[in-house]
């Protein structure tokens, strides 16, 4: 699978539900009282494309939020990365919990978001999967916003994938068909052979790492980069009822409030910081190939 990278970043267009649109839609679950619902409603989010690349400056639609439960410094605001692009998420090879480090445009990738996360509010502390594409971009974030020293947690890290691990996903059928059709499995409690994850264990394990940090940094600002994978199920904790969340992209900023056990997401996708390296067009271990 060759790389093509989309120089811009595409902008993120909130799905609201009952709301609908023509553009490109991400759904994120938000609450807003009902004057800004009304607000929202004379918001038009059509984007003109031309190719790949848009006519205008990239930005993301992210939107700020309020709720009375989670007001002041009583929630912990996670901004949640994914990690830089790596030689096999351009080769569309399924990495799992093999060691697979970034390459030149995923150390570009890192970068770039450590210098736009060092401009904007403070971050408190920086935590990261313990493997190593995460984790270089975690310490490129932290050595931009003060040197910040990364806390590691392997329960972070990417959704193990047994045997496919390592296999170029369009070959994965033929070379371990028991294994693709467990991964392809729409059942959530299934295994994948050779060691591999279930759903259900992967969301129980990140989901329960996040929480931790929600509780332990309430009032504050923090980073957590972690994996295609581990973002979407977070994203799932968040929006239960939600439409997927759609690709993760390589360095994506997603950001999190967490109320104690209420999680809202504040924004999602946004890629706008990616001017100059772009990013995979196929996301490749972003989307429900994640691995």
Not at 17 to 34: E, G, N, Q, W
Not at 38 to 60: E, Y
Not at 103 to 125: F, H, M, T, Y
Not at 238 to 245: E, M, Y
Request: overall charge positive.
């Amino acid at each position: 699978m060759s790389a093509v990278r989309t120089q811009w970043a595409s902008p993120v267009c909130l799905h609201f539900p009952r709301f609908s649109t023509r553009s490109v839609k991400i759904a994120v679950c938000l609450k807003f009282p009902a004057t800004v619902k009304t607000l929202l409603l004379k918001q038009s989010f059509a984007l003109t494309r031309h190719s790949t690349r848009l006519l205008n400056p990239p930005h993301s639609l992210s939107m700020s939020f309020s709720s009375s439960r989670c007001m002041g410094g009583s929630y912990a605001e996670i901004v949640v990365v994914r990690h830089g692009e790596t030689e096999w998420n351009a080769d569309g090879r399924i990495q799992g919990h093999l060691d697979v480090e970034l390459n030149e445009a995923g150390k570009q990738q890192a970068a770039l978001v450590a210098d736009r996360l060092s401009k904007e509010p403070k971050i408190s502390a920086v935590y990261s999967s313990d493997l190593k594409r995460a984790l270089v971009t975690a310490e490129t974030i932290a050595a931009k916003c003060g040197g910040l020293e990364v806390i590691t947690d392997p329960d972070l890290r990417e959704r193990n994938l047994g045997e496919l691990q390592g296999l170029v996903f369009r070959e994965a059928a033929k070379l371990s068909p028991k294994a693709h059709k467990a991964f392809l499995s729409h059942r959530t409690d299934q295994d994948i052979p050779g060691g591999g994850e279930s759903l259900d264990h992967l969301f129980q394990r990140c989901t329960s790492s996040l929480q931790r940090i929600g509780n332990k940094h309430k009032g504050e600002r923090v980073v957590v980069v972690s994996h295609g994978g581990v973002i979407r199920s977070l994203y799932k904790r968040a929006c239960p009822n939600g439409k997927s969340g759609g690709k993760v992209l390589n360095t994506s900023v997603n950001i999190f409030h967490l109320c104690d056990k209420e999680w809202t997401i504040k924004s999602w996708g946004d890629v706008s910081h990616l001017q100059q390296t772009g990013y995979l067009e196929s996301g490749f271990g972003g989307d429900k190939t994640s691995g």
